[in-house]
T-cell receptor, first 114, second 111 residues
Framework: EAGVAQSPRYKIIEKRQSVAFWCNPISGHATLYWYQQILGQGPKLLIQFQNNGVVDDSQLPKDRFSAERLKGVDSTLKIQPAKLEDSAVYLC????????????FGDGTRLSIL | SQQGEEDPQALSIQEGENATMNCSYKTSINNLQWYRQNSGRGLVHLILIRSNEREKHSGRLRVTLDTSKKSSSLLITASRAADTASYFCATDQTGANNLFFGTGTRLTVIP
């Protein structure tokens, strides 16, 4: 079974620039998650999709972050404009369903803001 | 905070010793999960324990759950250098649709 694929692995941009991350979940997984993990902390949920609908985006800074999951498979997360505090690893995860299921994580995109 | 809290924050042991990590949380849960994260990689699911379960085993892993004390522990027996990683507990809280991760325990196993 192929795992969760994310790209790019690393990204360096200057503040106020924009950046986009891509995620391809495990085939058949209806639920997709984007997390932000700041160095030394646990992952914090940004947004959760069930198929192509948003289940929870309460922690997403909507003035600068956006995400979509067209056709209920791949997903992109965008930051525009980036701030210094956005420096973090952005992890994508997927699970078969919402309840009682383990989440499978990609290796993340490490974002550095200069 | 809705997050769990792991204790200790860091743990260093010799290969072959046992490692115990603890997790405390604040709200009622449906289940609690433990994940491992190697440096520069994503999280890997280790074990899920439901709120009506008290103990669960998987290979060298043993997880306990005490819902009255809102706490869980992860025991890794006969540790190996390859067990060096950060370990996170995550709670599936009643009424929520997602997991809340703790701050993690950094485990170092010295060969």
């Amino acid at each position: 079974e192929a795992g969760v694929a994310q790209s790019p692995r690393y990204k360096i941009i200057e503040k106020r620039q924009s950046v986009a991350f891509w995620c391809n979940p495990i085939s058949g997984h209806a639920t997709l998650y984007w997390y932000q993990q700041i160095l030394g902390q646990g992952p914090k949920l940004l947004i959760q999709f069930q198929n192509n609908g948003v289940v929870d985006d309460s922690q997403l800074p909507k003035d600068r972050f956006s995400a979509e999951r067209l056709k209920g498979v791949d997903s992109t997360l965008k930051i525009q404009p980036a701030k210094l505090e956005d420096s973090a690893v952005y992890l994508c995860a997927s699970s078969f369903s919402i309840r009682d299921q383990p989440q499978h994580f990609g290796d993340g995109t490490r974002l550095s803001i200069l | 905070s809705q997050q769990g809290e792991e204790d200790p924050q860091a743990l260093s042991i010799q290969e072959g010793e046992n490692a115990t990590m603890n997790c405390s949380y604040k709200t009622s849960i449906n289940n609690l999960q433990w994940y491992r994260q190697n440096s520069g990689r994503g999280l890997v699911h280790l074990i899920l324990i439901r709120s009506n379960e008290r103990e669960k085993h998987s290979g060298r892993l043993r997880v306990t759950l005490d819902t009255s004390k809102k706490s869980s522990s992860l025991l890794i027996t006969a540790s190996r250098a390859a067990d060096t990683a950060s370990y996170f507990c995550a709670t599936d809280q009643t009424g929520a649709n997602n997991l809340f991760f703790g701050t993690g325990t950094r485990l170092t196993v010295i060969p």
